[in-house]
């Protein structure tokens, strides 16, 4: 690997800026890790190399003329596979969409580009966002880069991978209920999922429309503060977007934290974490308190988590989601359907009802229809009162307990997952197992709020374990900075895995 592979995003785009490196061989040096470990751990369903390269050889142009660039220019960056892109395709890793080009850009990329990002591939994911392994793929799983045995979380396992195996500085994802943030977990990279309504989301295929944001996951910290400064701001095109100033992230992240107040919430912390997770955080908070912050403890009675005789999790907050987002789903993927959009079977059908239901049947894969099923359930006549309405008044509940916890803390600091990245196939048989992947954090997109995930500590089996930490409303700034004082404190950053 050559060591320009080896620059964080700030330090490449300071580089190829000041002349001392250059644009394409930034570009050149990420395809050529590409080629060398795509087929291992397959992060992308399509890499853009001559655009790629075609858009760097620009940026050189640029520099040598003395024209201004951005913040980003010449930065290799990979995009989620559900980021539509005036150029190659947008598939949401799904047969239904396999050779969609989408006739636009996404906000967020075409804010990436506008910085001097280049675009340098359509990274895999659990198929339209519907998954926590990344197996869920119409092309195949990936694999995470610390053991390719084993899964890289999802759904943007193919943006954490890619940033974790060097394919890439930095890359975007999507979080619904922890998409971002569990993957960058399980890979031991930096991710986050912004306020609701703080990045845009036009150009992003909806999954859980009241749920998604889209977010960064990158090597560092700093990385982070960088690409959200970007990517984040009001936006007409979506109507959930919210008018309010982009601090600085980057300026800000390295003042002190002393006197800040961060919140354990007890229920995070039960018999049903893996304790080695457990004392990985606890120990992250004792250097985030020895950095100079306060470590009270709060309570989040309607998210906890508990366990059953045998060791198997629950949570309200579990419950809650996958009512409201399969419900939500339902709703967004029903023009998918072989008429308004994507795959049409090529069997010869009986009537407009036979096409519809064959071409979703053929296009559609086993989780998409599991959720989709389960959504139009609590959706429909004399279910949506008992399941629906009360999942509503649930999600209530959640958003008043993380208002009281506010009330006594700046921000929390949790587990990301309950456990580390678990065997290829190991949850696939069982989806309960698999969606209790996410019990730590999808109570956040429940509520609306920012959540950041950062790499603690590895394992002993040698596999990266994540915390999370979550704030009010348009809190990233506080988050960005206290993770950056951990990072600072412990020396715990840019972690590399074996090769």
């Known amino acids: 690997m050559s060591a320009i592979t080896d620059l ?23 395809l050529a890790v590409i080629e060398q470990r795509e087929g291992q751990i397959g992060a992308f369903n399509e890499v853009l190399a001559d655009r790629a390269l075609d858009e760097a050889r620009a940026i050189d142009r640029r520099r040598a003329a003395g024209e201004p660039l951005g913040p980003l220019a010449g930065v290799p ?31 967020a990329v075409g804010k990436l580009q506008d910085a001097g990002a280049v675009i340098i591939g359509k990274t895999n994911m659990d198929e339209f966002a519907m998954g926590s392994s990344t197996e869920n793929s119409g092309f195949g799983p990936t694999r995470n880069p610390w053991d390719v045995s084993r899964v890289p979380g999802g759904s943007s396992g193919g943006s954490a991978a890619a940033v974790a195996a060097g394919m890439c500085p930095a890359a975007l994802g999507s979080d619904t209920g922890g998409s971002i943030r569990q993957p960058a977990a399980l890979c ?23 749920l998604d944001q889209i977010g960064p996951l990158t090597h560092d910290v700093t990385d982070c503060a960088l690409l959200t400064r970007v990517i984040a701001g009001y936006d007409r095109a979506d109507s959930t977007s919210i008018p309010q100033d982009v601090p600085d992230y980057l300026a800000a992240i390295e003042k002190p934290i002393a006197g800040l107040r961060v919140g354990l919430p007890k229920e995070f912390f039960s018999q049903a974490l893996d304790s080695e997770i457990r004392q990985a955080v606890l120990a992250a908070g004792e250097a ?55 795959y049409r079977t090529p069997a010869k059908v009986d009537d407009i009802v036979d096409l519809y239901c064959r071409s979703r049947a053929e296009g ?27 999942a509503l008044k649930v999600r209530r509940l959640i958003k008043n307990d993380f208002d009281r916890a506010f009330q006594s803390c700046d921000l929390l600091l949790c587990p990301t997952t309950p456990t580390t990245a678990f065997k290829l196939g190991e949850k696939t048989a069982d989806p309960l197992t698999m ?56 020396g715990i950053t840019r972690l590399k895995p074996p090769q």
């Open 8 to 30: 964080s995003a700030a330090e490449l785009a300071a580089a190829i800026a000041a002349g001392r490196a250059g644009a394409e061989e930034a570009a050149k040096a990420y």
């Open 77 to 107: 960056v990979a995009i989620k596979d559900n980021l539509c892109t005036a150029y190659g395709r947008t598939t949401c890793s799904s047969r239904m969409l396999e050779n969609f080009q989408a006739p636009y850009t996404a906000t």
């Open 188 to 210: 031991g990279v930096v991710g986050l999922k912004p306020t609701y309504g703080r990045v845009s989301r036009y150009g992003l295929v909806a999954y859980g429309s009241s």
């Open 288 to 342: 985030i308190k020895a950095a100079g912050a306060r470590i009270v403890e709060v309570s989040l009675p309607t998210s906890r988590v508990d366990s059953d005789g045998d060791g198997k999790l629950s949570s309200f907050a579990v419950a809650c989601y996958y009512i409201v987002a399969s419900a939500e789903a339902s709703s967004n993927l029903a023009r998918y359907d072989g008429v308004h959009y994507g």
């Open 364 to 390: 559609l894969g086993a989780e998409v229809k599991r959720r989709i099923m389960l959504g139009a359930y609590t959706l429909s006549s004399g279910y949506y009162d008992a399941y629906y309405l009360k």
């Open 435 to 490: 969606y209790l992947a996410d019990v730590y954090t999808l109570s956040v997109n429940l509520a609306g709020l920012p959540g950041l995930s950062v790499p603690a500590a590895i394992s002993a089996a040698g596999l990266p374990i994540g915390m999370q930490l979550i704030g009010p409303v348009f809190s990233e700034g506080r988050l960005l900075q206290v993770a950056r004082a951990y990072e600072t404190a412990t």
